[in-house]
């Protein structure tokens, strides 16, 4: 099974700052690499899919990068609304695996 | 608009079964591959497994193989997971997802239904 390794796993900011979390996979998943944000107590939702293709309707202020095994989601100036936990996701093969995850709050 | 419905979940005693059932709506049903992801209390998110648009091809999480089995009704629009041989480490809130396959991602998610294996 190929491992989602996400760094860091929690992270404070402030609104406004520009942020980077970094995913880094076991092998490589060419860019079959996908981002989601949930929120407590709600379902996930998914951000960037195919390592850098925003999903319709989720703000430019999110973008992602990256091929092979290592992979970035950026947001380049935190609102309120974008403090939540965020997973990154491998679709290259089965098991599709996440990251634990990287809680991101408010300093 | 696109929704998906779970239901099915409960307590269960370590050894027994379960079936989930999800409801999807809004959508060509037929058309979409379907995942069951899965997130333990406080965890994070746990790919469980996923079934191909016509039932064709299933795949599964090394830890539920075995016990778990994924099947679809298009006629119905409905996804099943069957658990069996339950053990307290299954414990999780189910959520049924719609999947574009083929190396694409997750696209809709249901709330999920909440499972607890515990005697």
């Known amino acids: 099974d190929i491992q989602m390794t996400q760094s860091p796993s929690s992270l404070s900011a402030s609104v406004g700052d520009r942020v980077t979390i970094t995913c880094r996979a076991s092998?490589?998943?060419?860019?079959?690499l996908n981002w989601y944000q949930q929120k407590p107590g709600k379902a996930p939702k998914l951000l960037i899919y195919v390592a850098s293709s925003l999903q319709s309707g989720v703000p430019s202020r999110f973008s992602g990068s990256g091929s092979g095994i290592d992979f970035t989601l950026s947001i380049s100036s935190l609102q309120p609304e974008d403090f939540a936990t965020y997973y990154c996701?491998?679709?290259?093969?089965?098991?599709?695996?996440f990251g634990q995850g990287t809680k991101l709050e408010i300093k | 608009e696109v929704q998906l419905v779970e239901s099915g979940g409960g307590l269960v005693q370590p050894g027994g079964s379960l079936r989930l059932s999800c409801a999807a709506s809004g959508f060509t049903f037929s058309s979409y591959w379907m995942s069951w992801v899965r997130q333990a209390p406080g965890k994070g998110l746990e790919w469980v497994a996923n079934i191909k648009r016509d039932g064709s091809e299933k795949y599964y999480m090394d830890s539920v193989k075995g016990r778990f089995t994924i099947s679809r009704d298009n006629a119905n629009n409905s996804l099943y997971l069957q658990m069996n041989s339950l053990r307290a480490e299954d414990t999780a809130v189910y959520h049924c997802?719609?999947?574009?396959?083929?190396?694409?991602?997750?696209?809709?998610w249901g709330q999920g239904t909440l499972v607890t294996v515990s005697s």
């Open positions: 092998q490589s998943i060419n860019s079959y």
């Open positions: 996701q491998q679709s290259y093969s089965t098991p599709h695996t």
């Open positions: 997802a719609r999947d574009l396959g083929s190396g694409y991602p997750i696209d809709c």
